[in-house]
């Protein structure tokens, strides 16, 4: 017998006809069943809405008792903390914060965890950090696990502006992570000189040489006040109108490119003049280019806050609370307001800046002149529904 | 018999994977796309054929696009590697090896790292647009960034190995003494390498497309990151409704409107070409 043969034939052995082919009927009726379960699937879970009232009763009721601080997770958006207040934090408490940057965009990180949030199993992440409008989102949703206050006795430093908002009166769910505006980032080289309105947006003089937001909220709630509009009380209408003028613009060639955070790349390299643009990435890039500015424009800007918020089934609340009160001590807070250059929630940061970093104390993107912070709106509230209508309305103006 | 059921033996982790990873998903993806519903309420079964049609009206101009640019690429891609793929089999004597690995080194970097310095290479006011411009290949106010050039010669660069290395394994198996034959009996070189090395290579030139022209079809990282709204293709559009607009019927419905225009294309250019043993250059 061959080498091959002697090797069949044990391998014949191991799987006598009868077996094979009975394994073979089952086989077969696996992947029918499979297939049928595939086609007929119990469809995909929607994210139905749980009434805020409810969520706050359940708040009243959380604890979350102090156990020992292990592993766990941090999800946050990239260079948006000072890696040393990490460091300090696991000294600190011990443990080990596992410390991942991984959002870069609100819907594609909802995009990204949204079936296991709806099937209501754990993400794997103890702290996520979203935007107003995503945070409105799953608060919404109820996707969001409701802090135990005893665990925050910080929540006191927070600035008396963001302590209510309409998606969560009481902060009972999400805590300000930091604060920025949606204005106009610049090449001065290349305008030729300062801009204060919103006007040159649609100015045929910049054509092709402006990026614009492709987040709805950020560039329609542009247009709405370069219109004269208050884009807090905009209705879906208001909303849809300014989209079909950023449409108008695009087709004829106005805008480059849309763009998330990557329009820094642009505007450093000189392919945009004007970027609607964040104010504290501007201010990280001033120090790579000096010619770049950002202006608070007169018509106002859209104030966006980033959220602090443990998601549904989260798995280490204590140690993500303890980071949440750690990050609201003033003096924290100032380490990181130093490295990230937003705006911070927390109070008392500024004079301690004094002291340290007196440039940054004094810049005016980091903190905003009274007659300047009286003309930051907040985003609009919508439906679940109407935002995704105009989230398609957007998708269909920038292309996809 | 004996000789089968050791096959199939041999073939139970490759056809398990294909099931869990291939099979499976793409009957869950069926479903997905005859669901109807919107993400708040959740997706339903109900057979919703008309996502297709809708999908097909609203997005042909991006169909349109993902074909022609996977083409172009796919074409500038043979015309670059077919003397590459040559010289390396004929010509390059000892440094061979060394040459292949050239071409697949670019490889060892991940392929967003490597457009995003397109990105930069290709900036308005960077080197090469600079010189484009002096020898009057880009208008004095032009781009290169954000047009369409940028994104068919960004899909072309990142999959030129692929077309390269089947061009070079068909290349290779080429005996040299059949081109000596061809010329020995009065064939001009032109018409040995028409008549000779061209068809035996025809194997490789179809794999080579197919490898460069699939995935490109479906690519939508150049589009995004070389491009603007205006150059988007099927994948952007894919990707923004799964992530973005979280539409999954349409999503789904785009792609096997993609897989099964692809399907067909292929089914075609392998007629063109006329091979019976297309798949001999992969062994």
Not at chain 1, 352 to 366: F, G, Q, R, V
Not at chain 2, 136 to 160: E, K
Request: with cysteine; aromatic share 10%.
């Amino acid at each position: 017998m061959t080498e091959r043969g002697r090797l069949e034939s044990a391998l014949e052995r191991a799987l006598t006809d009868d077996a094979l082919s009975r394994r073979r009927v089952l086989g077969r009726g696996a992947t029918l069943g499979l297939m049928v379960a595939g086609l007929a699937g119990c469809g995909i879970e929607g994210s139905a809405s749980q009434t805020l009232a409810s969520l706050q009763d359940e708040a009243s009721s959380t604890r979350h008792p102090k156990a020992p601080i292990g592993d766990w997770t941090f999800s946050n958006w990239p260079l948006y903390i000072d890696k040393s207040v990490l460091k300090t934090f696991d000294k600190r408490y011990g443990g080990h914060v596992k410390y991942i940057e991984e959002i870069n965009d609100n819907s594609q990180f909802f995009g990204k965890v949204r079936q296991q949030l709806a099937e209501g199993v754990p993400i794997g992440r103890d702290i996520v950090v979203l935007t107003d409008y995503m945070a409105a989102k799953w608060v919404r949703s109820g996707y969001v696990t409701p802090f135990d206050a005893r665990n925050l006795p910080n929540k006191k430093h927070l600035v008396p502006n963001l302590r209510s908002v309409p998606y969560d009166p009481k902060r009972q769910f999400t805590l300000p992570w930091q604060s920025g505006a949606v204005g106009l980032g610049y090449d001065i080289r290349q305008t030729g000189g300062e801009l204060k309105s919103f006007d040159v947006l649609f100015d045929p003089k910049y054509k092709g040489k402006i990026s614009m937001l492709a987040e709805q909220y950020d560039s329609a709630g542009t247009v709405l006040l370069q219109q004269g509009k208050n884009p807090t009380k905009a209705s879906v209408d208001d909303q849809l109108q300014a989209i079909e003028k950023l449409d108008k613009a695009n087709q004829a060639g106005q805008f480059r490119r849309f763009t998330g955070n990557d329009y820094t790349t642009d505007l450093t390299k000189g392919n945009v003049a004007i970027a609607l643009a964040y104010s504290g990435d501007l201010v990280q890039l001033q120090s790579d280019n000096k010619n770049l500015r950002f202006s608070y424009p007169d018509e106002g800007a859209m104030l966006f806050t980033d959220n602090m918020m443990l998601p549904a089934k989260v798995q280490h609340p204590y140690a993500a609370e303890t980071m949440m009160n750690f990050v609201y001590e003033p003096k924290i807070a100032a380490t990181i307001c130093a490295y990230v250059n937003y705006i911070s929630p927390v109070d008392g940061v500024r004079a301690i800046l004094e002291k340290t970093n007196p440039d940054i104390a004094s810049n005016e993107l980091i903190f905003p002149p009274d007659e300047v912070r009286k003309k930051l709106y907040n985003y609009p509230n919508f439906s679940t529904a109407q935002e995704q209508t105009l989230n398609q309305a957007m998708a269909k103006v920038t292309g996809a | 018999m004996r000789q089968r059921s050791a096959a199939w033996l041999f073939a139970g982790p490759g056809l398990l994977w294909l099931l869990i990873f291939f099979a499976i998903p793409l009957v869950n993806q069926a479903s997905v796309s005859l669901m109807s519903g919107d993400p708040e309420a959740g997706y339903t079964l109900t057979w919703a054929f008309s996502t297709y049609t809708d999908a097909i009206s609203a997005y042909k101009p991006q169909f349109l696009r993902s074909f022609g640019y996977a083409g172009a690429a796919t074409l500038i891609d043979l015309i670059i590697a077919f003397p590459l793929a040559y010289f390396i089999v004929f010509k390059a004597g000892r440094w061979r090896a060394f040459m292949l690995l050239l071409v697949v080194l670019p490889f060892f970097t991940s392929q967003v790292l490597r457009t995003v310095s397109w990105q930069l290479i290709l900036s308005d006011s960077g080197f090469v647009v600079d010189r484009l411009k002096d020898i009057g290949l880009v208008a004095s106010d032009g781009r290169v960034l954000a047009t369409r050039t940028a994104v068919i010669a960004g899909i072309a660069y990142n999959f030129l190995p692929f077309m390269v290395l089947p061009l070079y394994v068909s290349l290779d198996k080429l005996d040299p003494r059949l081109v000596e034959a061809a010329t020995d009996l009065y064939c001009s070189r032109v018409a040995a390498f028409r008549k000779v090395t061209l068809p035996l290579a025809i194997p490789g030139i179809f794999a080579g497309s197919l490898l460069c022209f699939i995935p490109a079809c479906g690519d939508f990282i150049n589009a995004a990151l070389l491009g603007t709204s205006r150059q988007y293709m099927i994948g952007n559009v894919v990707q923004s409704k799964y992530l973005n607009v979280l539409d999954y019927p349409s999503a789904a419905a785009l792609s096997f409107i993609l897989m099964t225009l692809i399907l067909v294309g292929i089914a075609i250019y392998g007629r063109l070409l006329g091979t019976k043993n297309l798949t001999e250059v992969a062994a």
